[in-house]
């Protein structure tokens, strides 16, 4: 078990790291924008190890930090939330909307749930092709009162679509408790309705999220259909950069979560088996730390996308409106 939780352990520190540096870079004003993950990288980490490089996943906000499992440029990551010519979707999506077909990780909207249906489209496509690709897609709790959630779940129960639903139940969306958005808060529960298993897992310990991430995708991949993962956790910080949840929320049950922080918690699991000492958890902060460092130069050192690029990936032939946009564009430029 011990390379396997150290490689788990590196992994957290190293989005935990990034993702704190994200916040900062935010209110320096560096980056416009940030959705923090805190307290819940468990499942995009657990993801990035428990799933095939081959299959598809659709995160939500706080999940495409699975990108950087998956072996993603730091610097390339980084220069999405820039902006900046480093980022291969060219500074059109906003900050914390990382995707790249390099890693199987599909655009995110900011429209909620989404991703649901598009998920199961993929799944099915998949399976008529005999594929083995499985599509893992991400929720929140607030996304269970979209209309996509019952579209999407209807379908791939129906159609028995290789498909893992994972909601990240943080128990908010944005100001709304889970009690308020659903009569039922076992989301879990919710997957009976449509003929998919469903599972509540305690998302602040990674190992058991890998585990049952693993078993979801194993059962997708053998042809018994989609599956529903209810990782309950707490979103211990605010929204998103943009929100102050202490003008809604007690913040002494913040506290508590904050007490039951996963990384802490697979961090005592290897000091106590003696698979982790405090130097080289030293060490590997001091690693991870001059690594981030370099990428944030890197990404926010590279200049913005051309101006030209504007017109690019529209059309794949330019309509002679926007020949003509460009060129006045251009032209008033020089
Ligand atoms: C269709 C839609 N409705 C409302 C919103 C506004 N909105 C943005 S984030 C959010 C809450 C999402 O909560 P949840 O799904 O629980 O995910 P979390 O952000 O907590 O991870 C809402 C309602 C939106 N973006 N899209």
């Known amino acids: 078990m011990s390379a396997p939780r150290l490689e788990l352990y590196r992994h957290l520190r190293r989005v935990r790291l990034l993702d704190e540096r994200l916040v900062q870079l935010q209110r320096q004003g560096r980056v416009a924008f940030h959705g ?72 995110w909207s900011s ?39 019952h579209a999407a779940l209807n379908f791939a129960g129906v159609f028995r679509a290789p498909c893992v639903f994972v909601c990240q139940n943080n128990q908010f969306a944005i100001s709304v408790p889970v009690e308020r958005q659903s009569a039922n808060s076992l989301l879990y529960q919710k997957a009976a309705a449509y003929g998919l298993p469903g599972e509540r897992v305690d998302g602040n310990d990674p190992e058991l999220v890998l585990a049952a991430m693993r078993s979801a995708a194993a059962r997708a991949r ?46 005592r699991r290897l000091l106590e088996a003696g698979e982790l000492d405090e130097p080289s958890d030293d060490a590997l902060t001091l690693e991870l730390t001059e690594e981030l460092d370099e990428a944030v130069r890197a990404a926010e050192q590279a200049p913005p996308p051309p101006v030209s690029s504007l017109f690019d990936d529209v059309y794949a032939k330019r309509p002679w409106h926007l020949v003509e946009q460009a060129a006045e564009l251009l032209g008033s430029r020089r």
Not at 223 to 229: E, H, I, K, N, Q
Request: charged share 20%; hydrophobic share 40%; net charge neutral.
């Open 36 to 107: 923090s993950c805190a307290g819940q990288e468990a499942a995009p980490v657990a993801a990035g190890l428990a799933l095939e490089p081959s299959d598809w996943i659709f995160p939500a906000l706080r999940e495409s930090y699975v990108m950087l499992v998956r072996g993603y440029p730091l610097a390339r990551y980084l220069a999405q939330d820039f902006g900046s010519s480093l980022d291969p979707s060219k500074g059109r999506q906003m900050p914390s909307h990382q995707s790249a077909r390099a890693v199987n990780v599909v655009s």
């Open 111 to 149: 429209c909620i749930g989404t991703q649901l249906p598009q998920a199961v489209g993929m799944a099915l496509a998949a399976k008529h092709q005999r594929k083995p690709h499985v599509c893992m897609v991400f929720l929140g709790d607030g996304a269970t009162s979209h209309p996509d959630f």
């Open 222 to 267: 053998a042809g018994d259909g989609p599956s529903f993962l209810e990782c309950l956790t707490y979103r211990v910080g605010p929204h998103s950069s943009s929100d102050d949840p202490s003008r809604y929320r007690d913040e002494t049950v913040t506290a508590a979560w904050l007490a039951r922080d996963p990384i802490a918690l697979v961090r």
